[in-house]
């Protein structure tokens, strides 16, 4: 009876000890968690911020399109048409297999002209990443065959392409963009931040079912704007067909056009022999990138005789009565042989114009001091720059004026 008694007894002890047992689990664990919870809210929140943020926040963007180059008539020199980009997400691919899908990888590769053992060796190589193009700015034919062949992991986006109407009549004003529709060349290039516009977006949330649940932020696209040139399109069209016709006729290496406006200043037209297709530029000399007509220097030639004469009026060594006597129709003059093609012997002001004669310029010339000449042709802006802002315009060279010296 006593044995019975003293086992009972030991009883409450035993349950006891589990007791504060299963107790001191329920509050680690609950001490763990709270330990947790304040860590997590606390000390680093921004993790489970931006998790959250990854799951339910999304943007959505606003694009503009690059604004249009027109002429002095509104006829459109630049303008952007709408195409579509294919690209892959490699992970999606790989995870559902995709490239087990050989037929329509086939279809894919035969479509963008590609060799299907490099584009899927692409995709493989970069299957860590989860954005890679394939082909930039496609058709919209070429893009709905794409999106029906409905491999998983490939994608298409919509984008803009720049497409050049008048081709290489005006290729060298206006210029050209890179496949990301970045100016590089020509006016898309001098005025690419004004083409380029400003794109949008909205920033929301979503909830499970992918309805919109918060707008977080709207920024408000720019629209981009259009430039118009003073070229005329029509003269510009017939300078270059003209001028092309004289380079083959001559066999020369090359020609420039320049037409301005006489009052104003304003260029017209201005085309160079050899251009190049702006809309496809594959396998072209780099040479015909180049804007002969602003980044090449030419003597002046006869155009400075009409300068000369003015200035010689103004100097006053000359006047509208004036005779200069241009026999025996030829001089030395600096080591080097002045004449014109006969002896015209006495001449009036307007006769040496009317006959372009290089004796009775020459004496005209000097009959005025060297500095006020010079002077004369540094005011009319023979030494500067046209003011075009186009790329890589050269100034002309004057070197005899003497520094600080100003007769004005």
Request: proline fraction near 3%; charge should be positive.
């Amino acid at each position: 009876m006593k044995k019975i008694a003293s086992n009972r007894s030991s009883q409450p002890t035993t349950t006891a000890w589990r007791y504060y047992v299963v107790i001191g689990v329920v509050v680690l664990i609950y001490g763990g968690l709270l330990a947790r919870s304040a860590y997590i809210q606390i000390i680093e929140p921004d993790m489970l911020k931006k998790q959250g943020d990854l799951r339910s926040m999304r943007v959505a963007a606003n694009t503009v399109q690059r604004g249009s180059i027109v002429d002095r008539n509104g006829d459109e020199l630049a303008i952007s048409v709408p195409v579509e980009t294919v690209w892959a997400d490699p992970k999606i691919v790989m995870d559902n297999n995709a490239l087990a899908m050989t037929k329509h990888w086939q279809a894919l590769a035969d479509v963008l002209g590609k060799d299907v053992k490099k584009l899927t060796a692409r995709v493989m190589r970069s299957s860590s990443k989860r954005f890679v193009y394939l082909e930039r700015k496609i058709s919209p034919a070429m893009a709905k065959y794409i999106r029906e062949l409905k491999i998983p992991g490939i994608h298409l986006r919509k984008e803009s392409k720049r497409f050049y109407p008048t081709g290489e009549i005006s290729a060298h004003i206006v210029g050209f963009t890179n496949v990301d529709d970045k100016g590089i060349e020509g006016v898309e290039r001098v005025y690419d931040e004004i083409l380029t516009g400003k794109g949008g977006n909205k920033r929301f949330r979503k909830d499970a079912q992918g309805r919109k649940v918060e707008i977080l932020s709207v920024e408000k696209s720019q629209a981009a704007q259009t430039v118009t040139l003073t070229i005329d399109q029509r003269i510009q069209a017939i300078a270059y067909k003209e001028l092309k016709g004289a380079v083959q006729a001559f066999k020369a290496t090359s020609g420039s056009v320049v037409v301005a406006d006489i009052h104003t200043g304003e260029i017209l037209a201005l085309t160079n022999s050899p251009s190049y297709n702006p809309n496809n530029r594959s396998n072209t000399a780099v040479h015909r990138f180049r804007n002969r007509a602003i980044t090449d220097i030419y003597e002046p030639g006869s155009t400075m005789k009409p300068l000369t004469v003015l200035t010689a009026l103004e100097f006053g060594s000359a006047n509208q009565s004036t005779i200069i006597d241009t026999s025996p129709g030829w001089m030395r003059l600096g080591g080097r042989r002045v004449n014109d093609p006969i002896n015209r012997g006495k001449l009036s002001v307007e006769d040496i114009l009317v006959t372009s004669s290089n004796m009775g310029t020459t004496k005209l010339a000097l009959s005025v001091p060297k500095a006020f000449l010079l002077d004369r042709f540094f005011d009319a802006g023979f030494a500067d720059s046209t003011g075009t802002d186009l790329v890589g315009e050269s100034s002309g060279m004057m070197h005899d004026r003497q520094r600080g010296q100003n007769l004005n």
